[in-house]
């Protein structure tokens, strides 16, 4: 599975979309992208994925680039339950998860 | 849908003794994997089983560790002659596989270990 590149850090004001980058230029066609996120000492919850489209669902928005090389994780509205550990992962159906250190969100009030 | 459960959610333990994880999965689930996670780190894969059957161990997995999965349904992990390296988060998850599905994992809350 192809590896991914997040920034290590970021801060958000509460109430502004926070926008997380994730770069996967080694990306394969058949590779999906997930979001995964883990707050402070409980199990990483499942956020979204996608193939190729942009996706939306009532917790975030998946924008991914054309040639499938980067995609943004949005939040619209972030708040102070946000802050958290997100992962991006790509990976082929079946294959398992490799997350690697992901990046720290900070909303700030 | 009432989510992955493992029990217990922390356990202390002294070097050398052996431990047991439980972890039910989401119902009607028939894949279930076991992760560990280190402070600061990400999750790492240990195992994969679906329905009952072991089908991938990670070389993280030593021999003092063994996962089963007797009826395809819940699923334990047991570490043997335990050691102060083995103190982690041990995470379960669980997802339908199939032709159509995406295979997205859900995770549990997890059990954090601390070897004395």
């Known amino acids: 599975d192809a590896k991914t590149t997040q920034p290590p850090s970021m801060d958000c004001a509460e109430g502004r979309a926070a926008n997380l980058p994730c770069n996967h230029s080694t990306i394969s066609g058949n590779e999906y992208v997930y979001w995964y996120r883990q707050i402070h000492s409980q199990g990483p919850q499942y956020i979204i994925h996608g193939l190729k489209n942009n996706e939306t669902n009532e917790m975030a928005s998946l924008i991914i680039t054309e040639d499938r090389k980067s995609s943004t994780l949005i939040l619209p509205h972030a708040t102070l339950r946000d802050t958290a550990v997100y992962y991006c992962?790509?990976?082929?159906?079946?294959?398992?998860?490799?997350f690697g250190t992901g990046t720290s969100l900070t909303v700030i009030p | 849908d009432t989510g992955v459960s493992q029990n217990p959610r922390h356990k202390i333990t002294k070097r050398g003794q052996n431990v047991t994880f439980r972890c039910d999965p989401i119902s009607e689930h028939n894949r279930l994997y076991w992760y560990r996670q280190t402070l600061g780190q990400g999750p790492e894969f240990l195992t994969y089983?679906?329905?009952?059957?072991?089908?991938?161990k990670s070389r993280l997995l030593s021999d003092r560790f063994s996962a089963e999965r007797p009826k395809g349904s819940f699923s334990t992990l047991e570490i043997q002659r335990t050691e102060q390296g083995d103190s982690a988060m041990y995470l379960c998850?669980?997802?339908?596989?199939?032709?159509?599905?995406?295979?997205?994992?859900?995770f549990g809350p997890g059990t954090r270990l601390t070897v004395l």
């Open positions: 992962i790509v990976r082929v159906v079946g294959n398992q998860f490799y």
């Open positions: 089983f679906q329905n009952e059957a072991q089908l991938e």
């Open positions: 998850a669980s997802s339908r596989g199939g032709i159509l599905s995406t295979d997205t994992q859900y």
